[in-house]
T-cell receptor
Framework: DAKTTQPTSMDCAEGRAANLPCNHS???????VYWYRQIHSQGPQYIIH???NNETNEMASLIITEDRKSSTLILPHATLRDTAVYYC?????????????FGKGITLSVRP | NAGVTQTPKFQVLKTGQSMTLQCAQD?????MSWYRQDPGMGLRLIHY???????DQGEVPNGYNVSRSTTEDFPLRLLSAAPSQTSVYFC?????????????FGSGTRLTVV
């Protein structure tokens, strides 16, 4: 899997947008960008994924740069419950390798 | 629809004891996997299965065995527990293992080996 680089931590104010960056400069053409989060002591939770187009769902938006070397996860109106570790993962969409490789992620702290 | 169910939630073992961590899913997912998470580290893949009767090793398989006799269940066995296996264990499942639909994780089993 291509490696990703994320800041160690960041914070934002409740109600504001949280923009979480991720660098994946060695991403291959067939690799997707996935985001998961892990709220304290819970199992990871799938958030969103994309290939090259921007994606949006009920949880978040994913913005991928045109060269696909970086992306940003956007939580439009962060709440205290969004405090968690967020993992950016790149992996092939098809093929026999079905593994998710987690890095250390970025710790998002939402302050009141 | 319970999702992914892990039992037990907590367990304390003595060195050398054996036990099985249970994982069951009711979503008819083909792909299942086991991860361990140690303090300050990300999740590391132990074993995974792409369907009933098929298993393979992940990143840290030593000390663990798995089997997949049914689509629903994917138990993880510790044959002779060691303190180094103290960790939080997560089971995950996916419809096709290709992340098309995201992975669903269980709530974890917190294991302490003394």
């Amino acid at each position: 899997d291509a490696k990703t680089t994320q800041p160690t931590s960041m914070d934002c104010a409740e109600g504001r947008a949280a923009n979480l960056p991720c660098n994946h400069s060695t991403i291959s053409g067939n690799e997707y960008v996935y985001w998961y989060r892990q709220i304290h002591s819970q199992g990871p939770q799938y958030i969103i994924h994309g290939l090259k187009n921007n994606e949006t769902n009920e949880m978040a938006s994913l913005i991928i740069t045109e060269d696909r070397k970086s992306s940003t996860l956007i939580l439009p109106h962060a709440t205290l419950r969004d405090t968690a570790v967020y993992y950016c993962i790149v992996r092939p969409h098809t093929g026999a390798n079905s593994k998710l490789t987690f890095g250390k992620g970025i710790t998002l702290s939402v302050r009141p | 629809n319970a999702g992914v169910t892990q039992t037990p939630k907590f367990q304390v073992l003595k060195t050398g004891q054996s036990m099985t961590l249970q994982c069951a899913q009711d979503m008819n997912h083909e792909y299942m996997s086991w991860y361990r998470q140690d303090p300050g580290m990300g999740l590391r893949l132990i074993h995974y299965s792409v369907g009933a009767g098929i298993t393979d090793q992940g990143e840290v398989p030593n000390g663990y065995n798995v089997s997949r006799s049914t689509t629903e269940d994917f138990p993880l066995r510790l044959l002779s527990a060691a303190p180094s296996q103290t960790s939080v264990y997560f089971c995950a499942s996916s419809f096709d293992g290709k992340n098309n639909y995201g992975y669903t994780f269980g709530s974890g089993t917190r294991l302490t080996v003394v």
